[in-house]
């Protein structure tokens, strides 16, 4: 049976007492990273490509949050967040946790900086902060 994820929450290490978190959150997508491609294809290959995995390159977490210009400039802006974030370029621990209604399904750890922002001002719809974090090593999950 598919989940609904109502409920999640994404947050960002913030120095001192647990997580900050990003309200408005209404989609996530993590790369887990990609393998190298080692080629080891020699003389005695019979005329095929012989490839082995190498190293696994961290990926990239994409997210949107509903935008809210009301809050700019407040304690809980996500965009004054967001944007402080990507101009320090800092590495901070994030925490997705995953949930369907009250029950936890799973929790992600991983630390990353903020890479890339956009708006989006579409004429027939809500205002969209766009987040791209790179992930800098291991996600751990639990």
């Given amino acids: 049976m598919p989940l609904l994820p109502q409920g999640s929450t994404l947050g960002v290490d913030d120095g001192s007492t647990g997580y900050d978190l990003i309200g408005g959150v209404d989609n996530l997508n993590i790369d887990l990273g ?3 491609e080692i080629d080891t294809t020699d003389w005695d290959s019979d005329g095929i490509e012989e490839i082995i995995g190498g190293i696994v390159r961290g990926g ?3 997210f949107s949050t509903n935008a809210d210009p009301e809050a700019a400039g407040t304690p809980t802006s996500n965009y004054d967040k967001l944007v402080t974030l990507h101009a320090s370029q800092d590495v901070k621990e994030w925490q997705l946790i995953i949930k369907s209604g009250s029950t936890t399904v799973a929790t992600a750890t991983f630390d990353a900086f903020v890479k890339g922002l956009t708006q989006s001002v579409p004429a027939t719809d809500k205002l969209v902060t766009n987040v791209t ?3 800098t090593g291991a996600i751990t999950w639990s």
Avoid: E, F, V, Y
């Fill in 34 to 36: 990609q393998s190298d």
């Fill in 60 to 62: 990239n977490a994409t």
């Fill in 133 to 135: 974090l790179r992930i």
